[in-house]
């Protein structure tokens, strides 16, 4: 479960690192060019996260390398760039997916599953939490072996929750990695809660013990230990 | 006005003035001219006239050459007076026509009795003169005019070519392009001149590119801080120490810096559509796009319990643009269609040729209409949004020169963007 992080802020480094230690990742830091082509090959990494902007060299040459190096590795792009060139030229370039700084972890987190999924496992697993099966490939959701009718957005909701399990997620967070730009521009976040609202109602319905904790108002975190 | 026109029109108008005046003048002259010369030849031909009177008594001397008319008339009384020149009419029995006449009029004594004797003499041949003359010079007018017309057209094309195609360059200069450059100039102004633009756009192209590089650098300093901030205050929010007190802290942090992420990134982009950094373009169709953002907003629709009501023209509306500002344009058209409705309210999506029209329910706006498009103009009660939305539609409309008029009427915002100017 190895991490490949290139960053050169170091401030935002310690932080990916603590909150994908959370999850159970181990990371490999480098903050420079240089060192990150030293530790290119030092492990089998899940995925890698690289800054666009480093110090000596440029970061789409480093994703081209590593893209080169370990052809199943997940590359993300963590950049403040942010316009529709830079992103065609990242993707083109090898990467997997292209986040915008400044970004949420738990957002960061839910990537680097759903891109370890694609590379690793070609997408054919299925991921559990408690009695909730969720098969990303075929978009199906199933409570104790009984499918439940979600909607995409519904399922992205859940799989987003399951992929921080365990963490307080903001629902400002939960906005931005369902509704992209349109997430935050209404300047209210009711429609997160109406949407997870209906997402615990249907899941309960199908025999689901509620997952969800409400944080003091500034989100949601999804457990097991909440049922118990 | 083109310049050779109005250069062709001012010397055109001066130049008729001058030869209208000048032709007065010059006619005037010749007129009295003729008339001196004729008074004169009636003077010489009264000494002939004096010395044959009183042989002929009582008849007129037609015989003398020169003379085309003569009276002679005996008087009873005496006078003596100095001979006296006029102009009359007379009638002409061979074209039966009055024709004008110069005469003389002068007192003889002759052997003791008194004549007076007016001798007529025709202006036909000087009146001819004059007036061929007269011809003759307004034709020369006409041809010189006619010189200058095609001259000042020769002069223009050499004089004036340096400038036009110093404009034809500059009419292509685009600040995000290379600064003009222009050949030397052998006419001193037309070289200062080139010297002056040559420097001006440098200098524009110079600025431009600065600008570009500190909007770039601004927001990628201001996103980096950011970034640590946000990330430090998920970090935190997973700590189990914390109470009731310090989480509520911590969301005003999380949404604060959420806000200014926002703004930084719009007012980046803003920015950027100002500098012309958009330049891709492709074909977009306007129905199919709208389509594309009302499934992206349909959990914002739905939950205001609004109605989407679609007048799609049966000709696809096919827009020529950067993708992304089609995307920005509509997204932040439609957006704005669904925060300012009412619970309840409705949309009408509609398309015609050149042309889309979006109603939306929705109380009247809290500010004037002309602000309605400005920065930071937003309703008061609204909390969240910064008011950037509709500047960065007004923004793309002005990229691509469409036309965006809104108007309130009824309870319904309308917003109509006309794509052909």
Known sequence: MQILIVEDEASLMESMVSYLALEGFKCEKASDYHTAVCVLDKHDYICMLIDLNLPGGDGLELVKLARENQSESGIIIISARNSIEQRVEGLEAGADDYLVKPFHLSELVARVHSVARRTRMKGGEVLSFGVISVMPEEHSCFVNNKQVDLTRKELDMLMFLMSNRNRVVTKESIADYLWGEYGGAYGSYDFVYTHLKNLRRKLQEAGCPDYVENIYGIGYKFSLDKSS | ?421
């Open chain 2, 1 to 421: 006005m083109k310049l050779l026109t109005k250069s062709t029109l001012l010397i055109a108008t001066l130049s008729l003035f001058l030869f209208f005046i000048m032709g007065i003048i010059f006619f005037q002259v010749l007129k009295n001219m003729s008339k001196a010369d004729l008074d004169r030849e009636l003077f010489d031909l009264k000494e002939i006239v004096e010395g044959h009177i009183g042989n002929y008594r009582d008849n007129p001397i037609i015989a003398l050459p020169g003379i085309d008319s003569l009276s002679i008339q005996a008087l009873d009384v005496h006078e003596e007076s100095r001979e006296v020149f006029g102009d009359t009419l007379m009638f002409d029995l061979k074209e039966s026509q009055y024709k004008t006449y110069r005469y003389i009029q002068f007192y003889s004594k002759k052997g003791g009795a008194g004549y007076q004797v007016k001798i007529y003499k025709s202006t036909n041949p000087t009146d001819y003169l004059v007036e061929r003359v007269t011809l003759m010079m307004t034709l020369m007018v006409i041809l010189f005019l006619a010189g200058i017309f095609i001259l000042n057209r020769f002069i223009f094309a050499n004089l004036w070519g340096d400038f036009f195609r110093t404009i034809e360059k500059l009419k292509q200069f685009e600040t995000s392009k290379e600064p003009v450059v222009l050949g030397e100039q052998d006419i001193q102004e037309f070289e200062e001149l080139r010297q002056a633009l040559e420097r001006m756009t440098r200098r524009l192209a110079n600025d431009y590119k600065e600008l570009k590089e500190y909007t770039d650098h601004t927001t990628h300093e201001l996103q980096t801080p950011l970034a640590v901030i946000k990330s430090k205050s998920e970090l935190l929010i997973q700590s189990d120490r914390l109470g009731a007190e310090e989480m509520k802290c911590l969301e005003a942090i999380n949404t604060s810096v959420n806000q200014l992420s926002r703004l930084n990134s719009t007012l980046a982009l803003l920015t950027r559509i100002e500098n012309r950094q958009f330049t891709e373009k492709g074909k977009i169709d306007l129905s199919a796009l709208l389509e594309q953002h009302l499934d992206l907003m349909e959990e914002h629709i739905n939950l205001r319990n609004i109605r989407v009501l679609k007048q799609f023209h049966k000709e696809p509306l096919v827009l020529l643009m950067d993708q992304g500002l089609a995307d920005l344009l509509i997204g932040n058209l439609l957006k704005n269609a669904i925060v300012h409705n009412v619970d309840g309210g409705s949309i009408v999506l509609e398309t015609r040729p050149g042309k889309l029209i979006m109603r939306n329910d929705g109380p009247p706006l809290t500010f004037s209409q002309e602000e309605l498009f400005t920065r930071f103009v937003k309703d008061t009660k609204r909390t969240g949004n910064f008011g950037l939305g509709l500047s960065l539609v007004k923004k793309v409309c002005e990229t691509y020169n469409f036309i965006i008029e809104y108007t309130f009427d009824n309870q319904q915002h309308t917003f109509t963007v006309s794509f052909i100017p």
